[in-house]
C-alpha cells in the first residue's frame, strides 16, 4: 500500500516512478510519507523538465531528513533531553542552518494544518498545502495535543533563531535551538 500511496503522490505532481523506483526510494528515505512527498517537490524541480524519476536522480537529490523530522516531532512533545540528543547527531552530518531551514518549514506546515483543520475539509488542506491527503491526517493525529498558541511560538523562535545564525548575531546554534524550546 506504500508504494501505491507514492506512485499516486508522484502522478498529482505530474510525475512517473517505476515501482523499482519506489523501492529505491524508500529504501533511501524511509517510511515518512512527509519526507517522500516533500523530496518528491524537490526531485521535480530538479529533473525539470523532465517528468520521470530515475535512480540517478533519487541518488543525487534525495537527503533523508527523516532525522529533521524525528526532532521536530520531539519538538511538538517538549522532550528537550531527547530533542538536544537529536539535534547533536543531526549537526555532525548537517549544517545547523540546514536543519532550522527544515524545521521552520516543518512548523510553518504545522501551523496550517492546526490552525484551519476545524475551518477546511483534510482534503482541502492537503490541496491548499500541495500535500497527500494521508500525509496531512498524520499531521493532524501529532498534532492533536499541541496548542496553536504554542506552534506560533515555536515558529517565531525557530525564526529568530535562524535569522541570528544567518546574521553572525550567535555562534552556537544548539544554545540558540535551547532559547527557542525554553521561550
Same mark, same amino acid.
Given at each position: ?75 511538538? $512533545? ?29 512548523? $510553518? ?75
Amino acid at each position: 500500500q506504500l508504494q501505491s500511496e507514492i506512485l499516486k503522490m508522484a502522478k498529482e505532481k505530474d510525475l512517473t516512478i517505476s515501482s523499482d523506483n519506489v523501492s529505491f526510494l524508500i529504501e533511501q528515505l524511509g517510511v515518512n510519507l512527509t519526507l517522500i512527498d516533500s523530496e518528491l517537490e524537490k526531485l521535480k524541480i530538479a529533473i525539470h523538465p523532465n517528468k520521470a524519476i530515475n535512480q540517478d536522480a533519487i541518488k543525487k537529490y534525495c537527503t533523508s531528513s527523516e532525522d529533521v523530522f524525528i526532532l521536530a516531532d520531539l519538538i511538538i $512533545q517538549g522532550n528537550k533531553n531527547e530533542i538536544l540528543k537529536q539535534y547533536d547527531l543531526l549537526t555532525e552530518k548537517r549544517h545547523p542552518l540546514e536543519i532550522f531551514s527544515v524545521l521552520q518549514s516543518n512548523f $510553518q506546515r504545522f501551523v496550517f494544518v492546526k490552525n484551519y483543520e476545524k475551518k477546511m475539509s483534510t482534503k482541502d488542506i492537503a490541496s491548499k498545502l500541495k500535500l497527500h491527503e494521508f500525509v496531512v491526517m498524520k499531521m493532524q493525529e501529532k498534532l492533536r495535543k499541541i496548542s496553536l498558541d504554542k506552534l506560533l511560538k515555536i515558529r517565531e523562535n525557530l525564526i529568530n533563531a535562524e535569522y541570528k545564525l544567518k546574521t553572525g548575531q550567535s555562534e552556537s546554534s544548539e544554545i540558540l535551538l535551547e532559547l527557542t524550546l525554553l521561550r
